[in-house]
């Protein structure tokens, strides 16, 4: 059974950054395309990131320069580097194959 358990979220003041996790289970994240998905209270969710099979990363421009992905595969985790949040990006977000999700992590601003 695959899991995904998102980790990190937590109160946050516009300005500051924030490192999210995403611990897999029952797959293997360098096998995947994986993505980071953001969503705001009342709003669709948006893409803000992707690492590929290769290990290339996209981004959103809306966070470009200031998000970064990685992974470490010796622990089948996944991270989001976020630097400099606005307070719009509050919220829940979500590592996802596109297939398989998890729960989220709540990111809420604390001003």
């Known amino acids: 059974q695959v899991q995904f358990v998102e980790s990190g979220g937590g109160l946050v003041q516009p300005g500051v950054s924030l490192r999210l996790s995403c611990a897999a289970s029952?797959?293997?994240?360098?096998?995947?395309?994986v993505v980071w998905y953001g969503r705001a209270p009342g709003k669709e969710r948006e893409l803000f990131a992707t690492?590929?099979?290769?290990?290339?990363?996209h981004f959103s421009d809306s966070v470009k320069g200031r998000f970064t992905v990685s992974r470490d595969i010796a622990k089948n985790t996944l991270y989001l580097q976020m630097n400099n949040l606005k307070p719009e990006e509050t919220g829940v977000y979500y590592c996802?194959?596109?297939?398989?999700w998890g729960q989220g992590t709540q990111v809420t601003d604390s001003s």
């Open positions: 996802s194959t596109q297939v398989d």
């Open positions: 029952g797959i293997i994240f360098s096998n995947h395309d």
């Open positions: 690492i590929t099979i290769n290990g290339s990363t």
